[in-house]
Every structure is written in C-alpha cells, then in structure tokens.
C-alpha cells in the first residue's frame, strides 16, 4: 500500500514507536544498513531553500546505499517553461523509488500526493504548515535525552504563527501528556487554529527570561522572515528574543534546548558549548530518523523491497 508522510497525524503512535526503535538500531550499528536501498533512488524536489533537510535527506539515501535525483535550481528546470509542479513530481515518479519534496505554499504536498500511484512522498516542509520530518529530530532527541515525549513542560518561544516545525511538533505532542508554554512577541502568537485544539494546558507570555525556569524543553526558533509581506515587517521582530548564557543560566540544570536551524541572531553561539544546547546533535538525529523513514516507506508501499 503506497504511503506518504504529509502531515505528523499520518503515523499512529506505534509506527512512531517503531520508526524510532528502528532509527536508533541504524545509528548505533549503521553498518547493518549500509546496502538496504542499493539500486533506489530519492528524487529531491526542493522548491524552496534549505541546508539541513536536504543535506540530510541526501546523506540518509547515500548512508542505505541508494542514490539521490535533484531537481536542482527551479531555473533551470522545466519549470521555467511553465510545467507545474504536479506534472513535474509525476515525472520524477518515473525515475525515483521515493520522494521528499519543500514547497513555499502550504498544502502542496496535500494535492501533489494525490496524483501518485507508486513512489511514496514525504513532505520536507510546505509553507508555513508543517515539517513533520523535523518533528522526527526534534523528538528523537527529546526521547534520548528525556526517555519519553509525555509528561514534559516544553517551551516554544520565537515565531509561532509561521514556524512549521513549531506547528508540527505540537501537533505530535499534543497527543499524550504534556504542558506548553507558547512564547512570542505581539504579532507572532501561535495561531489560533492550533490552540482551539490543544488537549494539553498551555499559557502564553513574551517573557522568556522569565517562563525558563520551569521548563523541561526550549524549543527556540527564528523570524520566518520569507513568510513576511515585506522585509521591513520582519525586521521589526529581529532581536525579539537572544537566549544567551545569562537567560540560559535562569533554565535547570536538566532543561534542553532545541532549535530546528537556522539561527539569525535568536540563540548566542556562546551557548553552543552548554551541555543543555542540543541543536547541532537534533540536525545528525534528523539524518538517522530519515534513513528508518524511507526504509519504513519503501517497505509499505512496495512488497518486494528487502526480499
Ligand atoms: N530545519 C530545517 O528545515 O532547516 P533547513 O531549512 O536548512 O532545511
């Protein structure tokens, strides 16, 4: 049966169970998987920027020992000619096993899907919707680090009304037994749509100094500032919150602190060597949660794959 990931509520809790087992078995004996997608192939659609989800999308496929097919710069595609977005995935369901596609427009990845017949299709990030690959780093890491995702008070402080890894990782965490502590400026709240649904309590604030103390988890992100009708809006917020050492000291001593990355200027490299800055390990976890997600797609949707 062909399946995509598109949204966090596409895996029950038990395939999230599974994916994770499976993704720690990769990084703790990686050699095991080193041949598992010889002969497949990742189309990398990225219409939109990115360093971490790419990169590691490429290094996840090179790391089972497939290869990956890029679209490359939009410019030089046919695109360019005024092909659709549509018609080019089904093109490149022609030559690609598998497929992980951004967008800047949020629910592309809704429509695209429908026009496959064969090749499963992860959403890499559309818009200011969701990330749900990134919602796999982030509580891969939440779980190494806190042995569960339930029973924690996690702060998300930043831009909360574009942040899709905000959007998506709430949407996994407000399954089981949390608490949250939205904080932003004016402006940036954390849409409304969201916290209609929230089954966990919350409390909004613009204070982080202040909200730090008693949080489990400080999920830390940037302006969007591509989301913004103009570039002078988004400069309004830049310096809204610096979590630098001083603020970091008001955390305990067991807080983590998250990020999907980039950073602009919200986080202060002086923090990078604390033991609760955990980003840079969260970018190498999305990697091997990527490697358990396309074996996990490959094998649903296609009943000869690893036979
Ligand atoms: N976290 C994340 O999505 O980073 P990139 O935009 O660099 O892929």
Request: with cysteine; glycine share 6%.
């Amino acid at each position: 049966m062909l399946r995509h990931l598109i949204e966090p509520d596409d895996f029950t809790s038990r395939e999230y169970d599974t994916l994770f087992r499976l993704a720690a078995d990769i990084a703790e004996n990686p050699a095991l998987y080193r041949h598992r997608c010889d002969g497949k192939i990742l189309a990398s659609l990225f219409f939109e920027p990115s360093t971490r989800t790419r990169m590691s999308f490429d290094a996840a496929m090179y790391r089972l020992g497939g290869d990956v097919l890029h679209l490359g710069d939009a410019k030089v595609s046919s695109l360019a000619k005024g092909e659709s977005e549509g018609d080019t995935v089904k093109i490149a369901e022609q030559y690609a096993d598998i497929c992980a596609m951004r967008h800047p427009v949020a629910h592309t990845q809704h429509e695209v899907a429908k026009l496959l017949t064969t090749m499963p299709l992860i959403n890499a990030g559309d818009g200011d919707n969701a990330h749900p690959t990134q919602t796999l780093a982030d509580i891969f890491t939440i779980r190494d680090e806190k042995g569960a995702w339930s029973g924690l008070k996690v702060g998300f402080c930043g831009d909360l009304r574009y942040g899709r890894a905000v959007h998506s990782l709430f949407e996994f965490l407000n399954h089981y037994d949390n608490e949250f502590v939205f904080i932003s400026p004016e402006g940036l709240e954390m849409p409304a749509v969201y916290l209609e649904k929230s089954n966990c309590p919350y409390t909004e604030t613009g204070d982080l100094a202040q909200a730090i103390g008693d949080l489990d988890v400080l999920y830390m992100t940037r302006v969007q500032r591509e989301r913004f009708a103009s570039s002078e809006e988004a400069a309004r917020y830049r310096g809204s919150y610096i979590l630098n050492q001083t603020v970091l000291d008001r955390g305990r001593d067991d807080l983590i602190v998250l990020h999907p990355l980039p950073r602009v200027d919200e986080i202060a490299t002086e923090v990078d060597d604390d033991p609760r800055a955990l980003y840079f390990k969260q970018a190498k976890n999305g990697m091997y949660m990527r490697m358990a997600l396309i074996l996990t797609l490959l094998e649903a949707s296609d009943a000869s794959f690893g036979k």
